[in-house]
């Protein structure tokens, strides 16, 4: 599984439904999870952005259809990170592209 950090910004619809958003965080969630893909960890947050989760994914294209389904809905806007852990990285670094 793939990891990814994803941020999240709303937009003037989002923002002006503020109110809403943790039950469209629980049905995005529920849509995720149906597609194969677990959120680790959810935060609303304060600063550059407004807000962010973890997510696993069986692959890049996986994350890729769930985040399209999340911002046609037209509340938030995303950048998405793609995450590698200490052994992960560690392999990336060890190989020889040679």
């Known amino acids: ?7 999240l910004d709303y937009t003037d619809q989002g923002i002006r439904e503020l109110r809403d958003s943790p039950q469209r ?4 969630n529920q849509y ?3 597609a ?20 696993e994914a069986p692959d890049d294209e996986v994350a890729a259809s769930v985040l399209l389904h999340l911002g046609a809905g037209g509340n938030v ?4 990170l793609r995450a ?3 052994a992960e ?10």
């Open 32 to 34: 995720a999870e149906r």
């Open 84 to 86: 590698f852990d200490w």
């Open 25 to 28: 965080a629980d049905a995005f």
């Open 36 to 55: 194969g893909v677990k959120i680790h960890s959810q935060y609303w947050t304060i600063g550059s952005h407004d807000g962010l989760f973890i997510m």
């Open 89 to 98: 990285a560690q392999e990336l670094i060890d190989a020889d592209p040679r």
């Open 77 to 80: 806007r995303t950048t998405t």
């Open 1 to 7: 599984m793939a990891t990814f950090i994803v941020l």
